[in-house]
């Protein structure tokens, strides 16, 4: 009975360890490529909220590696879920609008949380003007920005998927900007114009 219930606590610890993630992608007219392209790790679920209250459809393309529909769901707030089974490249759109929103859900097998987090981030413009936008699946939660002597020329924090940062007033040249999600942290390269 003692190894039987070793047995159980060790399954039940492994599960946890490799326990799979909803991560949320907002969808409306105009959220297209990077903002609607994830890369996750089989078992994983993509969850889409409607933040506009025009009717949509999430469609995978004849392309994509899996194939769902959502069907045409109308209304600020409606949502869609897909757990991704099979490695691959799943392409999708909405069947009523194609042209402004489209996206890629890329799945791996095996991928480690870290993998995700870095994988998952988009920033841009790049180089960039007036305000820097990064985007995440992963809640960030810190960011600092460093010019190329290491000096801290900005920081915050704030838990947000996207991160607007007014980079008007800096000087031009190349910063760092360190992001932080509980203990994942990433450092992107932006050139100010």
């Not at 924090?157 to 031009?172: K, R, Y």
């Amino acid at each position: 009975m003692k190894k039987f219930t070793i047995f159980i606590a060790v399954v039940a610890f492994a599960f946890n360890v490799n326990a799979q993630q909803t991560f949320d992608l907002d969808w409306a007219i105009g959220i297209n490529g990077a903002a609607a392209s994830v890369t996750i790790e089989t078992g994983d679920t993509v969850r889409w909220t409607w933040t506009d209250s025009a009717p949509h459809t999430v469609t995978s393309l004849a392309s994509s590696q899996e194939t769902f529909d959502s069907g045409t769901l109308t209304g600020l707030g409606e949502q869609f879920s897909y757990t991704f089974t099979e490695a691959g490249v799943n392409d999708y759109r909405c069947e009523i609008h194609p042209g402004t929103m489209f996206g890629a859900i890329t799945v791996n097998e095996g991928l480690a949380v870290e993998d995700k987090f870095v994988q998952n981030i988009n920033w841009f413009p790049n180089p960039v003007q007036d305000q820097l936008t990064v985007t995440s699946l992963f809640k960030l939660e810190a960011y600092q920005i460093t010019n190329v002597l290491g000096k801290t020329v900005d920081s915050g924090n704030q838990e947000t998927n996207v991160l607007n940062v007014d980079m008007s007033t800096f000087a031009q040249g190349v910063y760092f900007v360190t992001l932080k999600s509980g203990d994942l942290q990433t450092t992107l390269q932006v050139i100010k114009k």
